[in-house]
């Protein structure tokens, strides 16, 4: 093996096990909280030990930070790639889609929403902070199409309509529907976006 591709199979090898990490990192979250997951917790989680994590991560913050980043980074890869003929309420219901679906499998924690000491952790970490104005400032343009083509009502602002499609993210329904319906998880994300996109007319 040269050295060239040496090197390409440790940076593939590094890579995967940093999603690893991350994977366990949402798993964990969702599970415990950031004030009780551990460094410990996660090593033992992707099944390495703590000074290799600590290769990959140097805090538990870090850590944090950027599961939260790859979150937003899906979502706006989510939208890259969605057909450029769709109209502005097809992008918004399907990001909604992409995030319960998410959400179902377990890979969206809560964190600025539940923890202040989150909140403020991520407020300070820019790459964190630019990923969410980009994503805001794609969704508020998308709203703004949509309001021009008589999708979204024009009598409701535009922070109205946003803050609206955040909370639908971090619906607890979700999660009720999952423990104590006898729904799937296709049923309740398509009941889910009808309510949210239809209402309970």
């Not at 599970?31 to 290769?55: C, H, N, Q, R, W």
């Not at 057909?83 to 179902?104: F, H, N």
């Not at 902070?129 to 999708?151: D, S, Y």
């Not at 009720?176 to 049923?187: E, I, P, R, T």
């Amino acid at each position: 093996m040269s050295i060239l591709n040496r090197s390409s199979f440790k940076d593939k090898a590094f890579k995967m096990r940093e999603d690893a990490i991350l994977d366990a990192t949402t798993k964990t979250l969702g599970a415990k909280g950031f004030d009780l997951m551990t460094m410990d917790d996660i090593a033992i989680e992707v099944g390495i030990s703590k000074p290799s994590l600590y290769k990959h991560f140097k805090s538990k913050e870090d850590l944090v930070s950027e599961a939260m980043i790859r979150l937003l980074d899906g979502a706006l890869e989510h939208l890259d790639n969605l057909p450029k003929e769709t109209t502005p309420r097809g992008r918004l219901k399907a990001l909604l889609e992409w995030a319960l679906r998410v959400r179902l499998a377990g890979g969206m924690p809560f964190l600025p929403s539940t923890s202040p000491h989150v909140r403020k952790m991520l407020t300070r970490n820019l790459r964190y902070v630019t990923r969410v104005l980009k994503l805001h400032h794609r969704l508020k343009k998308i709203v703004g199409q949509g309001k021009a083509k008589n999708e979204f009502s024009t009598s409701l602002p535009d922070d109205v309509i946003l803050f609206s499609f955040y909370s639908r993210t971090c619906d607890p329904s979700v999660e009720y529907l999952q423990l104590y319906s006898k729904l799937d998880d296709d049923a309740i994300v398509q009941y889910m976006l009808r309510v949210c996109f239809e209402g309970l007319q």
